[in-house]
């Protein structure tokens, strides 16, 4: 595991990963233990999953996820990673 995991979304049109999380990731890597995964999604992918009865019956572009994108498994895996952070020595 690295100190510092950075994510960038490939579909992101507000925190442009090449002026975000690229900068961010070289102004650290040289320093520390680090990665940079590039995600397919966009820059909503960390609000929880609306309710399907919700998106269905509304326009809610926030809620829309690219094809290939699972928000709930990316969720999931992001929180486990989180924890195993916060939780290990």
């Known amino acids: 595991m690295s100190d510092l995991d950075v994510f960038a979304f490939d ?3 507000i ?3 090449p002026y975000h999380a ?11 233990p680090s990665e940079y995964h590039v995600v ?11 309710p399907k009865w919700l998106t269905e019956e509304e326009d809610i572009p926030v ?3 690219p094809e290939g994108f699972d928000r709930s ?3 999931r895996d992001l929180n486990a990673k989180i924890v ?4 290990s020595d």
Do not use: C, W
């Not at 961010?24 to 520390?32: C, E």
């Not at 397919?40 to 609306?50: D, E, L, M």
């Open 22 to 32: 690229l900068p961010l990731y070289k102004a650290f890597s040289s320093n520390m």
């Open 73 to 75: 498994v990316f969720l």
């Open 15 to 17: 925190a442009i990963p």
């Open 40 to 50: 397919k999604g966009h820059h909503y992918a960390f609000i929880a999953p609306f």
């Open 63 to 65: 809620a829309k996820d």
């Open 11 to 13: 579909s992101d049109r």
């Open 84 to 87: 195993e952070i916060m939780t």
